[in-house]
């Protein structure tokens, strides 16, 4: 049996990790040791991220906030430079005294990262380079699509489109993060279950690698668009995040400490699925009553077809009766611009319900900030008002006093940068696993740094 204590030290030069065990009834106390290597894989990055914080910034300020010394600075600078990680861009002219520093900065041509989203009627892929510019983007409606071989077949086809078109942009593909609106097994990377998407057991994961030979992360949408925000969007630098999407269904997700909280099995943030009315409406997921269902993409069409049955007179009634694609959000949030009260009290009662479930979950969770984004946040202009009111009404007063509500930074695109995020995140965690991945594939595992990386390059 094992007992749940782990110690890891450090005792010259060597990590020694030590585990205590129960064998036969005695207590054992096991080491295993590693060399310097997995010190230098962390120090390294540290030294990436303190880059992605603070960059253009010279060795001896990197010294000064990472608190490593300076030779050690200067020799794992000189190692990410060897490998394009990073870039010298000139002096630093800001110092008074003495030779002047090099600035340094993430190389954003070391390679590209991929982030995509299947949603439930619509397909998106952005490529970016590595300091997160976007590069090439593109999105298309999926509902015409009959299968879902054919919806996978077609998103493999548009990444492989978005590759070729940045070819000669990036030294390589460093990775792929996607998202889908489901539960998804984070260790294979199987979707477990998209009740929206009536999806299930599919292994995106092993589908995506026999296509693809970099890394290959799939996560929920949800999360994927929380870890966006928080890398590159309104939640930067933010410790406790709750991050809600709205659409076609109702997804979150929670960063505590910095980092995306998974749950025991990986499923935390399906805050979707909070029972909010004991008999209500039938979910996707089967429950009745569920908070998506009255706060939905849907929901909001729902209240204005609705009221219009009832003879109320509005402007989206042609879209309603209109064959093909009839009422999107677009479409809603103009008419709420031009004054149609049908459009705007069916805002309010949304935007009512919205703030009736982040209030549960500000008192559950007591968050930093909470961010607002899927297709429904084009129309925060009209939901904000009522979802702050009903907050404020609602919450301990204590928990919203230290709280903001903000709307995503990239919007209906927060899943896809999230995507960019999973990337990001794994190469700033394990800078090198890209390249240790394809020198397995290519032979190459016995050169140099440098040579690794110009194996690398020459290879793309």
Not at 99 to 113: E, M, S, W
Not at 316 to 329: D, F, I, K, P, Q
Not at 398 to 420: E, L, N, P, R, T
Request: with cysteine; glycine share 10%; proline share 3%.
């Amino acid at each position: 049996m094992l007992i749940s204590v782990q110690l890891v030290c450090c005792i010259n030069k060597l990590i020694w990790s030590y585990q205590l065990t129960d064998e036969g009834g005695k207590l054992m106390l096991k080491a295993r040791t590693g060399d310097q290597a997995l010190v230098r894989e962390i120090n390294l990055s540290i030294i990436l991220n303190a880059l992605r914080d603070q960059s253009p910034i010279s060795r001896a300020s990197l010294a000064a906030i990472t608190g490593l010394n300076k030779t050690t600075v200067s020799s794992l600078v000189q190692q990410l430079i060897d490998a394009h990680f990073v870039s010298e861009i000139g002096a630093d002219r800001t110092e008074d005294t003495g030779r002047p520093g090099i600035l340094l900065k993430l190389n954003p041509k070391v390679g590209c990262i991929v982030g995509a989203e299947i949603g439930v009627d619509f397909i998106s892929v952005i490529i970016t380079d590595f300091a997160a510019d976007v590069l090439w983007r593109y999105q298309e409606k999926s509902a015409s699509y009959s299968s879902q071989e054919r919806t996978i077949q077609r998103t493999l086809t548009i990444i492989n489109e978005g590759i070729a078109a940045t070819e000669g942009k990036c030294n390589a593909v460093l990775g792929l993060g996607l998202g889908v609106p489901g539960l998804v097994d984070g260790t294979s990377g199987t979707l477990l279950f998209a009740p929206n998407l009536q999806w299930q057991d599919v292994p995106l994961r092993e589908i995506l690698q026999a296509e693809f030979d970099f890394p290959v992360y799939v996560d929920n949408e949800a999360n994927m668009a929380t870890l966006g925000e928080s890398y590159f969007g309104v939640a930067r630098g933010s410790k406790s995040v709750l991050y809600v999407s709205a659409g076609v269904g109702l997804g979150g997700g929670i960063v505590l400490d910095g980092r995306i909280l998974p749950g025991t099995a990986g499923f935390a943030g399906e805050v979707g699925h909070m029972t909010l009315i004991i008999d209500g409406r039938r979910c996707n997921c089967g429950n009745h009553g569920c908070w998506e269902t009255l706060v939905s993409q849907e929901a909001l069409f729902r209240r204005i077809r609705e009221a219009t049955g009832e003879g109320n007179a509005s402007s989206l009634t042609r879209y309603l009766e209109a064959e093909g694609e009839g009422l999107t959000v677009p479409l809603i949030v103009d008419a709420a611009r031009s004054g149609d009260l049908v459009t705007l009290k069916a805002l309010e009662d949304t935007a009512y319900y919205l703030g009736v479930g982040l209030a549960n979950l500000v008192n559950a969770l007591n968050p930093e900030i909470v961010v607002f984004g899927g297709i429904l946040s084009l129309g925060s202009d009209y939901l904000l008002p009522t979802l702050r009111r009903v907050i404020r009404e609602r919450a301990l007063r204590w928990s919203v006093d230290s709280m903001q509500v903000m709307v995503a930074a990239h919007g209906f695109d927060a899943c896809v940068m999230g995507g960019i995020a999973s990337v990001y995140y794994q190469i700033l965690s394990q800078p090198f696993r890209p390249i240790r991945d394809r020198q397995r594939r290519d032979g190459t595992e016995s050169l140099t740094w440098g040579e690794q990386q110009r194996a690398l390059t020459t290879s793309n």
